[in-house]
């Protein structure tokens, strides 16, 4: 397997990186911050005003290393992309699949969002108390897939997304301990802007780790823009959004709950806006991505490959299987549903 | 002009090692470094940066590129010592391990020896292979018998490569050894268990509810 690297976030304002021959420095008002090895880092983030030489962006080109820049509260802005990488009979197969027949690999995923979603629920039962409830919506995610096996049709496998994603936001604020305090009601899902605290942490780390899995695809050779489930839309990564759905629940929204429920994260970590936007905070935004890349290190046994990988290339796993599923040597895409 | 495709020598030996690594080499574009593909780069830049010279009325030429679009090849020989008088042409291959028991190294020789009679209209009929682990340089005939494997391959070659498909892999002692392994996961397509593995995944929601 590929090796798994440190991801630095860069979040201060006003860093300079470069490269002073094999390494990174981290220059911040004109004074060394750091310096490291470059070969020992996968993935570069910059957050806000982060300036990176032509050398260092060229180097990152080079050796595969992910560029991405995003605003200071964390919206995507752009990637630097080295050399197009070749396999272009695989993007034909994956074009022509997303065409012809979307609804298999679509089903599989939906399949694994909906199961994992459950997981979370079903987790929450073990640990904390008995909850009607979050019992009533795991009987009603149950039933979605049952229907979700037989769905032929790319409209109908999207209505059982719908559906089985409302039952489960239906109760998610139910998975919020009580002792958290006020601050973390969760009411519906919102987004462009996030209009709470829980569905601003939500969409901060649904868009961090879309973005892995978009390099991920990509260095494997896949179109991160051409997907099967997410239609066609120009400056949407809709294949690394249907990935996405596989990693929602297990990856972030667990996160996001351990972040609130074991009060990492506070209610004065949050900006609300006029608009009643609500962003993070500069310090806890670095306090979200140190627990995202602690997470990245732990390994899990691979469900479909049985082997041990850090959770940090699981998205470079899945990409891995789906280029395989779709040159032919897959009859099925195996989605990621951790047992 | 027509569009032929040339096929790249390096992919004749890449095929007689596996036909699912070159399909992936050089259909897929995939590549991926392990320590005897950086061993054995490095040893070929030593030898492709040499600069012609001549000595005892031989020329030696490194890094000479050849085209043949006869044989449908294209690629480049590690060195070409030319008779200066005649103009005789005996290629030199270079290996970073040891002589082998197939023939693979063999055929990689005979169909450089086959562009440079292509390209020049003349006969070369020997060859010679240095193996660094040896430190031995071996000559090597170029018989009817290792031409006609050689065509053999170069056919096979091209029917591969020009199908678009990358055979399913066939898990063997070899592939610890190759620099793809991770990306052609040769366990994971030679037995395909993907279909059982998606069936599961409803399986399990079954098995929940009548445990309850």
């Keep these: 397997?590929?090796?798994?690297?440190?991801?630095?976030?860069?979040?201060?304002?006003?860093?300079?990186?470069?490269?002073?021959?094999?390494?990174?420095?981290?220059?911040?008002?004109?004074?060394?911050?750091?310096?490291?090895?470059?070969?020992?880092?996968?993935?570069?983030?910059?957050?806000?005003?982060?300036?990176?030489?032509?050398?260092?962006?060229?180097?990152?080109?080079?050796?595969?290393?992910?560029?991405?820049?995003?605003?200071?509260?964390?919206?995507?802005?752009?990637?630097?992309?080295?050399?197009?990488?070749?396999?272009?009979?695989?993007r034909q197969a994956q074009y022509k699949t997303a065409e012809l027949k979307p609804e298999l690999i679509s089903r599989n995923i939906i399949a694994a969002k909906l199961t994992n979603s459950r997981s979370v629920l079903y987790?929450?039962?073990?640990?904390?108390?008995?909850?009607?409830?979050?019992?009533?919506?795991?009987?009603?995610?149950?039933?979605?897939?049952?229907?979700?096996?037989?769905?032929?049709?790319?409209?109908?496998?999207?209505?059982?997304e719908g559906e089985a994603a409302a039952f489960y936001f239906g109760v998610f604020d139910e998975l919020i301990l009580p002792s958290v305090?006020?601050?973390?009601?969760?009411?519906?899902?919102?987004?462009?802007?996030?209009?709470?605290?829980?569905?601003?942490?939500?969409?901060?780390l649904y868009s961090v780790v879309g973005n892995d899995i978009s390099a991920a695809l990509q260095g494997v050779g896949l179109d991160p823009q051409m997907g099967f489930l997410h239609q066609t839309r120009p400056g949407r990564?809709?294949?690394?959004?249907?990935?996405?759905?596989?990693?929602?629940?297990?990856?972030?929204?667990?996160?996001?709950?351990?972040?609130?429920?074991?009060?990492?994260?506070?209610?004065?970590?949050?900006?609300?806006?006029?608009?009643?936007?609500?962003?993070?905070?500069?310090d806890a935004r670095k306090t979200v991505l140190v627990a995202?890349?602690?997470?990245?290190q732990e390994t899990v046994k691979h469900p479909f490959l049985n082997e041990d990988v850090p959770i940090g290339l699981l998205p470079h796993v899945q990409a891995l299987l789906l280029a395989r599923h779709l040159r032919g040597d897959l009859a099925e895409y195996p989605p990621f549903v951790p047992r | 002009m027509p569009d032929t495709r040339l096929i790249p020598l390096s992919a004749l030996q890449h095929y007689a090692f596996c036909p699912r690594q070159c399909a992936l080499i050089h259909n897929e574009q995939a590549w991926s470094e392990n320590w005897l593909t950086a061993q054995g780069q490095q040893?070929?830049?030593?030898?492709?940066?040499?600069?012609?010279?001549?000595?005892?009325?031989?020329?030696?030429?490194?890094?000479?590129?050849?085209?043949?679009?006869?044989?449908?090849?294209?690629?480049?020989?590690?060195?070409?010592?030319?008779e200066i008088t005649t103009g005789a042409c005996f290629p030199v291959e270079y290996k970073r391990g040891k002589p082998k028991q197939d023939h693979i190294d063999l055929i990689q020789l005979c169909a450089q020896a086959l562009c440079l009679e292509e390209m020049l209209g003349l006969d070369v009929p020997h060859g010679a292979i240095w193996y660094w682990q040896t430190h031995h340089r071996h000559q090597v005939e170029l018989t009817p018998e290792l031409r006609q494997e050689t065509f053999n391959i170069i056919n096979s070659t091209r029917e591969l490569l020009n199908s678009s498909q990358t055979p399913k892999a066939k898990y063997e002692k070899k592939c610890q050894a190759c620099s793809l392994y991770d990306l052609c996961n040769p366990k994971l397509t030679f037995r395909d268990a993907s279909r059982a593995y998606v069936k599961a995944i409803y399986q399990e929601n079954t098995d929940e509810e009548t445990a309850k």
């Design chain 1, 1 to 90: 397997m590929k090796k798994l690297q440190n991801s630095l976030y860069i979040t201060r304002q006003g860093a300079y990186l470069h490269k002073e021959r094999e390494t990174l420095v981290i220059e911040v008002e004109k004074e060394k911050a750091m310096q490291v090895p470059i070969h020992a880092i996968q993935a570069i983030y910059c957050f806000g005003n982060v300036m990176v030489s032509p050398f260092l962006m060229g180097f990152c080109g080079e050796n595969g290393v992910h560029l991405a820049f995003f605003t200071e509260y964390g919206r995507f802005l752009g990637r630097l992309q080295g050399k197009q990488t070749g396999n272009v009979l695989l």
């Design chain 1, 123 to 160: 987790r929450h039962l073990r640990n904390y108390a008995e909850n009607k409830s979050v019992n009533q919506a795991i009987i009603q995610i149950n039933s979605a897939l049952g229907r979700l096996q037989k769905a032929i049709q790319l409209d109908s496998i999207r209505g059982i």
């Design chain 1, 181 to 204: 305090g006020e601050g973390f009601e969760f009411n519906t899902r919102s987004r462009r802007p996030p209009l709470d605290r829980v569905n601003a942490l939500l969409s901060f």
């Design chain 1, 237 to 282: 990564d809709s294949l690394a959004q249907d990935i996405l759905e596989e990693f929602r629940a297990w990856l972030v929204d667990r996160l996001v709950l351990s972040l609130i429920n074991r009060k990492q994260i506070k209610a004065n970590d949050f900006v609300i806006e006029a608009s009643g936007a609500v962003k993070l905070k500069d």
């Design chain 1, 292 to 296: 995202l890349q602690n997470r990245k």
């Design chain 2, 43 to 82: 040893l070929h830049q030593r030898v492709d940066y040499g600069l012609p010279e001549s000595r005892k009325g031989i020329r030696y030429e490194r890094g000479v590129e050849v085209s043949a679009p006869t044989l449908g090849l294209t690629g480049k020989l590690d060195l070409v010592e030319v």
